[in-house]
């Protein structure tokens, strides 16, 4: 009897190994496939990635040139209107200054004019108080007369360069208080920019009131301006 049972043992071992062979090469090949499959599917990931990244950094590249080309706009319109507002400044100041020489040459004619027809007056006068000298006889009295008579009239620039002396006196009495130029420190484009808020007289920087002190507020960022009031009352 046990000679019997040990083929059967043998064949059961041998139908278990190969069982276990079939299975083993079975799961080796289900292994396989599912390696190729995720090699599969990696390289289907990785390539949308890798356009992907691609796309960001050709966007990213876009974008830092149109930004640069954006930059480089507005610094170059900057530049421009800087020397344009530094232009206008410039004319500004060229057309102030002529303004004054035009006022100081007009108040130097009118000061010749007014010497010019004191001069006449003067020499008018003068004659008058020598009329006896004429009912002389003698000729040579009356020929006296005429030299002195033409050379009274020879005293005329005398009477021209003292008035010339005066226009600084004259330019002083009609002070236009409208011009806030004329305060040290306030230039043509702060003068403009205090007319517009509501400054339109030294005396409003002189002795401001409650509301101009809130409109001079406005203007305390500007150089000298703890001194607007004193220069303005100097010039008062």
Do not use: C, Y
Request: net charge positive; hydrophobic share 40%.
């Amino acid at each position: 009897m046990a000679k019997k049972a040990k083929p059967s043992v043998d064949k059961i071992v041998k139908k278990v190994n190969k069982e276990f062979e079939k299975t083993s090469s079975q799961i080796e090949g289900l292994v396989n496939d599912a390696l190729k499959q995720f090699d599969s599917l990696q390289n289907q990931i990785q390539e949308p990635v890798r356009k992907l990244l691609k796309e960001v950094d050709e966007l990213r590249e876009r974008e830092m040139k149109r930004f640069n080309e954006e930059f480089e706009r507005r610094l170059n319109e900057f530049h421009e209107l800087q020397d344009s507002i530094l232009e206008r400044l410039g004319v500004a100041s060229k057309e102030v200054k002529e303004d004054v020489k035009k006022q100081a040459e007009k108040a130097g004619s009118q000061a010749s004019a007014a010497a010019q027809k004191a001069a006449p007056k003067a020499a008018q006068k003068a004659p008058a108080k020598k009329a006896p000298a004429k009912k002389a006889p003698a000729k040579s009295a009356t020929k006296a007369a005429k030299p002195a008579a033409k050379k009274a009239p020879a005293k005329k620039p005398a009477a021209k360069k003292a008035p010339a002396r005066k226009p600084a006196a004259k330019a002083a009495k009609p002070l236009d208080k409208s011009d806030l130029t004329l305060v040290k420190g306030i230039g043509p484009a702060t003068a403009k920019k205090m007319k517009d808020a509501g400054i339109t007289s030294i005396e409003q920087i002189a002795n401001p009131s409650a509301a101009d002190q809130e409109k001079l507020k406005a203007f305390s960022s500007v150089k000298g301006f703890d001194q607007f009031s004193t220069e303005a009352k100097k010039i008062l």
